[in-house]
C-alpha cells in the first residue's frame, strides 16, 4: 500500500509539473517571458519616503518622521431595515513615530461618526463608533459608501457596504460566491457565478417574485446586470452566472441579487476581485483544475482507507496487550473504538481484519464473564459477612450486651470500609440502623447510671 501511495504522489506531481511548463512556453498559443508573470491579488510594494536631506553645516541627519497609521476593519457590510440602526466601529491606531492628526469623513449621509477629529500619540489607538441607520421612506437597494481617514501624510479607506431592506420583508435572501469565483483573471468571456437562495416569510404559499441581480463597483456604477420573475413556495435554491463585459477594469466588485414582491423587498450581495491574466491562472484551467482536484481526491481517499487499516491493526495490538495483562476495561474502551472504524472500512478490508477482531472479541466476552461471576461471588459473601455482623449486634441489643455491640459494631465499620461502593450503597441502610440502635441504647444505659 505504501508503494502504491508513492507512485500515486509521483504520478501527481509529474502532471503539475507537466502543465507548469506547458504554460510557461506555451500559453495560447504564444511564448511568455517568465518575469511578466503578475502575482494574484498582491500589488506593488509601496515606496518608502525618502529621508530628509541634513542641512547646512553637516550635523548629521535627523530622524525619519514616520506617520503611518492602520485601520481596521477595512470593509463594514451591514444589512438593515426601513427605519433601522446598527451600531459598527473601526479601529485607528497610530503605527508612527511621532503625534499624528487624524481627521475622518463620509460620503454617505445614512452614516454617523462619533469623532471626525483627534490626534494619536505613537502606538496610541482610538476606536469610532459608526452608527449606520437608514429612514422609513429610504428605497430599499444595495448602498455603497466609504469613511476616509486621513493624518499630515496618508488616506486610507474604510468601505462600508449597506443592504437595505424593506421594513416588512416578506423574504430573505442570501447571496454567496463559491470560492473558486472569489478571484478572477480579466480575460474575454470571463463569468462570476453565485448561489443565491431565497426564502419565503410569508404566509402565502405560492408566490411569483421578481429576482434582480447585477455586478456593481464600488463606486456604485451597474457594469451588468439581469432580471427575472420566479415562483416560490418556501424555499427556492439557484444558481446564477453574469458574463463580466471586456471593459470591467481590475478591482473589487460586488454581486448582489434583489427579491421584491409588491412592497416588500429583500437585498443581499457577496464581493470578488477582478485580477490580471497570469501565468497561475492560466496553469489552473478549469478542465486541468479539475483533474488536480480529482487526482488529489483520489489520494485522500486512498491516505483515509490505509489510515483506517493501520488504525484498526494498531488498536488490536493494543487490545490483545490489554487482555494479556488483565486490563479489561482498557480492553473493552479500545473495543468500542475499534468497532467505529472498522464499520467506516470497506467490505474487502473487513473481511480481511474480522478474524483478529472476533479474536478479541471472544477473549473480552470470556474475560468480562469472569470478572462479573467473581464480582457477584465477593459480593454475596461480603453481603453475608456483614448479615453475620448484623444479626450478632441485634442479639447482643435485645440481650442489653451494649460494650459487646459496640465491638461488633467496630468490627462491621472495619469491613465496611473495604467494600466496593456497589456493596456499600446496598448495605448502607441497614448498618446505619444498627448505629442508631446502639446510639439510642448507649445513651438510656447512659442516662441510667447518671441516676
Same mark, same amino acid.
Given at each position: 500500500?505504501?508503494?502504491?501511495?508513492?507512485?500515486?504522489?509521483?504520478?501527481?506531481?509529474?502532471?503539475?509539473?507537466?502543465?507548469?511548463?506547458? $504554460?510557461?512556453?506555451?500559453?495560447?498559443?504564444?511564448?511568455?517571458?517568465?518575469?511578466?508573470?503578475?502575482?494574484?491579488?498582491?500589488?506593488?510594494?509601496?515606496?518608502?519616503?525618502?529621508?530628509?536631506?541634513?542641512?547646512?553645516?553637516?550635523?548629521?541627519?535627523?530622524?525619519?518622521?514616520?506617520?503611518?497609521?492602520?485601520?481596521?476593519?477595512?470593509?463594514?457590510?451591514?444589512?438593515?431595515?426601513?427605519?433601522?440602526?446598527?451600531?459598527?466601529?473601526?479601529?485607528?491606531?497610530?503605527?508612527?513615530?511621532?503625534?499624528?492628526?487624524?481627521?475622518?469623513?463620509?460620503?454617505?449621509?445614512?452614516?454617523?461618526?462619533?469623532?471626525?477629529?483627534?490626534?494619536?500619540?505613537?502606538?496610541? &489607538?482610538?476606536?469610532?463608533?459608526?452608527?449606520?441607520?437608514?429612514?422609513?421612506?429610504?428605497?430599499?437597494?444595495?448602498?455603497?459608501?466609504?469613511?476616509?481617514? !486621513?493624518?499630515?501624510?496618508?488616506?486610507?479607506?474604510?468601505?462600508?457596504?449597506?443592504?437595505?431592506?424593506? !421594513?416588512?420583508?416578506?423574504?430573505?435572501?442570501?447571496?454567496?460566491?463559491?470560492?473558486?469565483?472569489?478571484?478572477?483573471?480579466?480575460?474575454?468571456?470571463?463569468?462570476?457565478?453565485?448561489?443565491?437562495?431565497?426564502?419565503?416569510?410569508?404566509?402565502?404559499?405560492?408566490?411569483?417574485?421578481?429576482?434582480?441581480?447585477?455586478?456593481?463597483?464600488?463606486?456604485?456604477?451597474?457594469?451588468? $446586470?439581469?432580471?427575472?420573475?420566479?415562483?416560490?413556495?418556501?424555499?427556492? $435554491?439557484?444558481?446564477?452566472?453574469?458574463?463580466?463585459?471586456?471593459?470591467?477594469?481590475?478591482?473589487?466588485?460586488?454581486?448582489?441579487?434583489?427579491?421584491?414582491?409588491?412592497?416588500?423587498?429583500?437585498?443581499? $450581495?457577496?464581493?470578488?476581485?477582478?485580477?490580471?491574466?497570469?501565468?497561475?491562472?492560466?496553469?489552473?484551467?478549469?478542465?486541468?483544475?479539475?483533474?488536480?482536484?480529482?487526482?488529489?481526491?483520489?489520494?485522500?481517499?486512498?491516505?483515509?482507507?490505509?489510515?483506517?487499516?493501520?488504525?484498526?491493526?494498531?488498536?488490536?495490538?493494543?487490545?490483545?496487550?490489554?487482555?494479556?495483562?488483565? &486490563?479489561?476495561?482498557?480492553?473493552?474502551?479500545?473495543?468500542?473504538?475499534?468497532?467505529?472504524?472498522?464499520?467506516?472500512?470497506?467490505?474487502?478490508?473487513?473481511?480481511?481484519?474480522?478474524?483478529?477482531?472476533?479474536?478479541?472479541?471472544?477473549?473480552?466476552?470470556?474475560?468480562?464473564?469472569?470478572?462479573?461471576?467473581?464480582?457477584?461471588?465477593?459480593?454475596?459473601?461480603?453481603?453475608?459477612?456483614?448479615?453475620?455482623?448484623?444479626?450478632?449486634?441485634?442479639?447482643?441489643?435485645?440481650?442489653?450486651?451494649?460494650?459487646?455491640?459496640?465491638?461488633?459494631?467496630?468490627?462491621?465499620?472495619?469491613?465496611?470500609?473495604?467494600?466496593?461502593?456497589?456493596?456499600?450503597?446496598?448495605?448502607?441502610?441497614?448498618?446505619?440502623?444498627?448505629?442508631?440502635?446502639?446510639?439510642?441504647?448507649?445513651?438510656?444505659? &447512659?442516662?441510667?447510671?447518671?441516676?
Amino acid at each position: 500500500m505504501k508503494k502504491r501511495l508513492k507512485k500515486l504522489l509521483v504520478i501527481f506531481f509529474i502532471i503539475v509539473i507537466f502543465y507548469l511548463s506547458l $504554460s510557461l512556453f506555451n500559453i495560447n498559443g504564444r511564448s511568455v517571458n517568465s518575469q511578466s508573470s503578475v502575482l494574484i491579488g498582491v500589488g506593488a510594494p509601496p515606496v518608502p519616503p525618502t529621508p530628509p536631506a541634513a542641512g547646512p553645516g553637516g550635523g548629521g541627519a535627523g530622524i525619519e518622521k514616520l506617520r503611518t497609521f492602520t485601520v481596521s476593519p477595512e470593509l463594514i457590510k451591514v444589512g438593515i431595515k426601513q427605519g433601522g440602526t446598527i451600531t459598527k466601529f473601526i479601529t485607528i491606531k497610530n503605527t508612527g513615530n511621532v503625534i499624528s492628526h487624524f481627521t475622518l469623513d463620509t460620503d454617505m449621509k445614512r452614516i454617523l461618526l462619533s469623532e471626525t477629529e483627534f490626534s494619536l500619540n505613537p502606538k496610541e &489607538e482610538k476606536i469610532i463608533t459608526v452608527d449606520i441607520s437608514a429612514a422609513s421612506d429610504d428605497n430599499p437597494d444595495l448602498y455603497l459608501g466609504k469613511i476616509i481617514v !486621513k493624518n499630515e501624510d496618508f488616506t486610507k479607506i474604510v468601505r462600508i457596504i449597506l443592504e437595505l431592506s424593506s !421594513k416588512k420583508a416578506l423574504f430573505d435572501i442570501q447571496t454567496t460566491i463559491p470560492l473558486l469565483y472569489k478571484i478572477i483573471p480579466k480575460n474575454e468571456n470571463t463569468s462570476v457565478n453565485a448561489n443565491i437562495l431565497i426564502k419565503n416569510l410569508g404566509d402565502i404559499y405560492l408566490l411569483d417574485v421578481n429576482l434582480y441581480y447585477a455586478i456593481k463597483d464600488f463606486d456604485g456604477n451597474i457594469i451588468t $446586470s439581469k432580471e427575472e420573475t420566479l415562483a416560490i413556495k418556501d424555499l427556492l $435554491s439557484l444558481y446564477k452566472t453574469l458574463l463580466i463585459p471586456y471593459y470591467a477594469k481590475e478591482g473589487e466588485y460586488l454581486f448582489y441579487s434583489k427579491v421584491n414582491y409588491e412592497n416588500s423587498t429583500a437585498i443581499s $450581495s457577496d464581493s470578488f476581485k477582478i485580477v490580471k491574466s497570469s501565468i497561475l491562472f492560466n496553469v489552473f484551467t478549469i478542465p486541468v483544475f479539475s483533474i488536480l482536484i480529482i487526482l488529489i481526491i483520489i489520494l485522500l481517499i486512498i491516505k483515509y482507507i490505509y489510515n483506517l487499516k493501520f488504525k484498526v491493526k494498531h488498536l488490536l495490538k493494543k487490545i490483545e496487550y490489554n487482555l494479556n495483562n488483565n &486490563e479489561i476495561d482498557k480492553a473493552i474502551k479500545l473495543y468500542k473504538r475499534l468497532e467505529r472504524f472498522f464499520n467506516k472500512m470497506n467490505s474487502i478490508d473487513k473481511i480481511k481484519v474480522y478474524p483478529g477482531i472476533k479474536k478479541v472479541y471472544n477473549r473480552i466476552k470470556i474475560m468480562d464473564n469472569k470478572r462479573k461471576k467473581l464480582i457477584l461471588k465477593n459480593k454475596t459473601e461480603a453481603v453475608s459477612t456483614i448479615s453475620e455482623l448484623l444479626k450478632k449486634i441485634e442479639k447482643d441489643i435485645k440481650n442489653k450486651r451494649i460494650d459487646l455491640a459496640i465491638r461488633n459494631y467496630t468490627k462491621l465499620e472495619d469491613y465496611y470500609k473495604n467494600m466496593k461502593d456497589s456493596i456499600k450503597l446496598y448495605m448502607y441502610p441497614k448498618i446505619k440502623d444498627a448505629f442508631n440502635k446502639i446510639e439510642i441504647k448507649s445513651l438510656k444505659r &447512659e442516662i441510667r447510671n447518671n441516676r
